[in-house]
């Protein structure tokens, strides 16, 4: 019976916070109000680490610029921004650690409570194809409207989008021998006592220590 490995992305598969990189990335630009834009990302980076996000908040003031800009200069920005923020925070044992399991032939999943626009093409760099973050809506024009669809991929919310996402393939986690998860944070405990094999990468201090209680496997890329 095949195997399914899905992974968190921020500081699990690559060593920083892509959520958190993409508003640095444009206030060095000089695309963003910086005084307001970093006191914002900064207090939401914090309630994330704390447990405590209001994702509606978030995205609103996370998804806004998106709007301005086409699909095709979203993505030349793209290709900026992930060349100077999130290549040089992979490790080749990340790298190795996907690579092992797409040689035993396991199915390879990203889920992340980042939007889509940002990890997908992280993703792809890792020849990862099934990516699951949050949903961004999309108007007429074919450019991004600001808001998201659907649930956020955050907490409990990994769990939903999952079940649909197997669902979408007549699947379910009985569908695998082993169905494992690695991630770094407490936010992502729902999903790790959900699966059979959950595995906690660069943790933090809560999720460590269930780790540890449970007997996971702990691994650290830092």
Same mark, same amino acid.
């Given at each position: 019976m095949k195997n399914l490995a899905i992974f968190d992305l921020d500081n699990t598969l690559i060593n920083t916070d892509s959520d958190? =990189?993409? +508003?640095?990335? &444009?206030?060095? @630009?000089? &695309?963003? %109000?910086?005084?307001?834009t970093e006191a914002q990302n900064e207090k939401f980076y914090q309630d994330y680490?704390?447990?405590?996000?209001?994702? %509606? *908040?978030? /995205?609103?003031?996370? /998804? $806004? +610029?998106? @709007?301005?800009?086409?699909?095709? *200069? /979203? $993505?030349?920005?793209?290709? #900026?921004?992930?060349? #100077?923020?999130?290549t040089p925070h992979i490790t080749p044992m990340q790298k190795m650690l996907v690579d092992s399991h797409r040689a035993a032939g396991d199915e390879l999943l990203v889920i992340s409570s980042t939007n889509e626009f940002i990890i997908t093409p992280i993703c792809r760099a890792f020849g990862i194809e099934n990516v699951i973050g949050t949903q961004l809506e999309t108007g007429s024009d074919g450019?991004? !409207?600001?808001?998201?669809?659907? !649930? +956020? =991929? &955050?907490? #409990?919310? @990994?769990?939903?989008?999952?079940?649909?996402? &197997?669902? $979408?393939?007549? #699947? !379910?986690? *009985? =569908?695998?021998? @082993?169905v494992y998860f690695y991630s770094d944070s407490k936010n992502d405990l729902p999903l790790l006592r959900y699966v059979n094999e959950p595995v906690a990468v660069n943790p933090d201090a809560e999720l460590l220590a269930e780790a540890q209680e449970k007997g996971w496997p702990v691994l650290n890329f830092k």
């Amino acid at each position: 019976m095949k195997n399914l490995a899905i992974f968190d992305l921020d500081n699990t598969l690559i060593n920083t916070d892509s959520d958190h =990189s993409w +508003p640095q990335y &444009l206030m060095k @630009k000089g &695309l963003v %109000d910086i005084e307001y834009t970093e006191a914002q990302n900064e207090k939401f980076y914090q309630d994330y680490r704390n447990g405590c996000l209001n994702i %509606d *908040e978030f /995205l609103k003031f996370h /998804l $806004a +610029p998106l @709007k301005e800009y086409s699909m095709e *200069e /979203l $993505a030349g920005m793209h290709r #900026e921004f992930m060349a #100077e923020f999130i290549t040089p925070h992979i490790t080749p044992m990340q790298k190795m650690l996907v690579d092992s399991h797409r040689a035993a032939g396991d199915e390879l999943l990203v889920i992340s409570s980042t939007n889509e626009f940002i990890i997908t093409p992280i993703c792809r760099a890792f020849g990862i194809e099934n990516v699951i973050g949050t949903q961004l809506e999309t108007g007429s024009d074919g450019r991004y !409207t600001g808001n998201y669809i659907g !649930t +956020p =991929s &955050l907490k #409990e919310g @990994k769990i939903t989008r999952l079940n649909e996402w &197997l669902a $979408a393939r007549g #699947e !379910t986690l *009985e =569908s695998y021998g @082993k169905v494992y998860f690695y991630s770094d944070s407490k936010n992502d405990l729902p999903l790790l006592r959900y699966v059979n094999e959950p595995v906690a990468v660069n943790p933090d201090a809560e999720l460590l220590a269930e780790a540890q209680e449970k007997g996971w496997p702990v691994l650290n890329f830092k």
